[in-house]
């Protein structure tokens, strides 16, 4: 039993610590929108190659590290951070406005994943297409939080020159 | 909330741009304040505030049904 209160004093510790050296807006800086859109561009034409030769499925040895696990880990990984690169890093200027579109367009995106998500769980019965809600689960907030962000950004760059 | 941000710079003779980098902010930001598209946050107001040496009251003010 103490063990288990100390191991949550830790935690809350930890916690705290935390908290206290996370700045309040934490944002990657601007070159890494670019950056985050090479290693998203990388990953397709990886996974086209994939597609076309059929590796998933050629390869027979299992274990963590096998070759298409690390095939699927190496693309996976590439699509998901530069995804989250893209979605998280600084803007030019980056003011309260900003920051507000940013804040709602995230918001719409966590509406719209979970909505794929709701739908998903009541449509799919077979067992093994969670695997691909899953897959799913890892781009959509993402990218519909980019798409929209963006959207908005051009919304509002758009309304500057035909008023000025 | 409306305000008198658009006159206030005609008086001063500043364009949006350069109002804009006065307060660390976009352009954008000062456009949609002057349509009343956009509420600025406490520290803006009192930002634009200082740079026309006016009470924040002066430069933004509520509207009826505010």
């Known amino acids: ?164 | 909330m409306k305000n008198t941000l658009r006159i206030e710079r005609a008086i001063k003779n500043l364009t949006q741009a350069e109002l804009a980098g006065l307060i660390d902010v976009s352009r954008q930001t000062i456009n949609t304040i002057e349509s009343n598209k956009y509420v600025p946050s406490t520290v803006l107001a009192l930002k634009i505030a200082r740079v026309f040496k006016k009470p924040v009251e002066e430069i933004f003010m509520l509207e009826e049904g505010d």
């Open chain 1, 1 to 164: 039993m103490s063990k288990i209160l100390d191991f949550c004093k830790l935690c809350f510790t930890f916690g705290q610590l935390l908290l206290t050296i996370m700045k309040p807006q934490f944002l990657f800086p601007s070159w890494c929108r670019w950056l985050g859109l090479a290693l998203f561009l990388v990953h397709l034409p990886v996974i086209l190659i994939c597609k076309s030769y059929d590796i998933h499925h050629s390869s027979t040895d299992t274990g963590l590290f096998s070759s298409s696990h690390l095939f699927f880990i190496l693309t996976v990984v590439l699509m998901v951070s530069g995804l989250f690169v893209i979605a998280f890093s600084r803007e030019k200027i980056e003011d309260e406005q900003i920051y507000q579109l940013r804040l709602s367009s995230l918001r719409w995106a966590i509406y719209i994943n979970y909505a794929v998500l709701i739908l998903g769980l009541i449509l799919i019965k077979n067992n093994a297409d969670y695997k691909d809600i899953l897959r799913l689960n890892l781009w959509v907030p993402l990218m519909f939080f980019i798409l929209l962000f963006r959207y908005k950004i051009f919304r509002l760059n758009r309304s500057l020159s035909t008023e000025d």
